[in-house]
């Protein structure tokens, strides 16, 4: 049997035929026998595919060979086309669904305004100095609330987001103003959700922002559960989550319960897409059970 993998990437850029992409994008992806989720806008590409490691290596191939994706950085985890239901390829108006189109400028160079990146090790190198300075940093997390639950940079602030389209309220509110002269590193699971929450930021006088390059998955290549991340990381596929190691901490709760948990569950609403931190025990107690998002009648889309 032929090793398979999941791919996953971003890249900003300019694209004048967003759909034209999208046409091109689900024929490569079909014609390798690849599944995943691809979502083509104004502002670039944004996707995670799985298969057989030579099939997906021809599609990201292929893909740099388009001159806008030529810089195409892919972040690789283990995992197969069957950890995905299907292959659904999109266009929409914004990469990440921030809801502020307007904000984001993109050129050739990537995302405008955003932040500092920072590798693994640089983020390692910015937190001593920082602590040595009397001004420690500020890990905010770039991710919804859910994902948040099972695992996070320790010490970090976790804003009150159910989907993406909230940071923007949750930054206007005021209630994070006393980071604005702090050294700020967000981090989200692949990259691409900070590329436009430090512009945002910035745009919004925070005066020392940083992201870090690569995300989670490229820190948890690095440093596994030996660093500053604890837990489990949240994945937009069947897994549902991983780990980067065999001691990883176990930081979540049940929703339910409120015992020690890594799972999370899917609303069994079919029009819904919430997630949850729900133990195993508690799951096969309550198989059928929805969550509190459509018992208050607004299913909710899953947002990446």
């Known amino acids: ?30 014609r390798w026998g690849l599944t995943g989720r691809i979502i083509v806008a104004p502002h670039g590409i944004n996707g995670t595919v799985g298969g057989p490691i030579a099939a997906v290596k021809q599609y990201v191939k292929t893909t740099r ?7 195409l950085e892919i972040k690789w985890s283990d ?18 669904a921030f809801g502020v189109p307007e904000e984001v400028s993109v050129t050739s160079a990537g995302v405008q305004d955003t932040g500092t990146h920072l590798d693994p090790a640089a ?15 500020v890990f905010f997390d770039g991710r919804n609330a859910v994902e948040a639950a099972i695992g996070r940079f320790k010490d970090a602030v976790v804003p009150d987001t159910t989907t993406t389209r909230d940071f923007v309220a949750e930054l206007d509110s005021g209630k994070y103003d006393h980071l604005r002269d702090q050294p700020v590193v967000t981090y989200c699971t692949g990259g691409v959700r900070c590329e436009v929450l430090t512009a945002l930021m910035q745009h919004r006088g925070f005066n020392e922002v940083y992201q870090l390059d690569g995300g989670i998955v490229k820190y948890g290549e690095a440093y596994g559960d030996d660093g500053l991340w604890e837990g489990s990381l949240a994945v937009f596929d069947q897994r549902m989550r991983v780990e980067f190691s065999d001691h990883a901490a176990v930081i979540g709760r049940c929703t339910l319960c409120g015992d020690p948990t890594s799972e999370l569950i899917n609303c069994t609403d079919p029009g819904c897409q919430t997630l949850e931190a729900v133990c195993a025990g508690c799951a096969g107690c309550e198989p059928d059970r929805r969550c509190a998002v459509c018992t208050a009648g607004t299913p909710a889309r899953r947002e990446p």
């Open 1 to 30: 049997m032929s090793q398979s993998k999941i791919a996953l990437f971003y890249r900003f850029a300019p694209l004048p035929d967003p759909e034209a992409v999208r046409l091109w994008q689900h024929a490569l992806a079909e």
């Open 123 to 137: 983020l390692h190198r910015l937190v001593e100095e920082k602590k040595d300075a009397g001004t420690p940093v």
């Open 65 to 71: 060979s388009y001159g806008p994706f030529a810089g």
């Open 79 to 96: 995992g197969t086309a069957a950890d995905f239901p299907r292959l659904s390829v999109k266009v929409r108006p914004e990469l990440v």
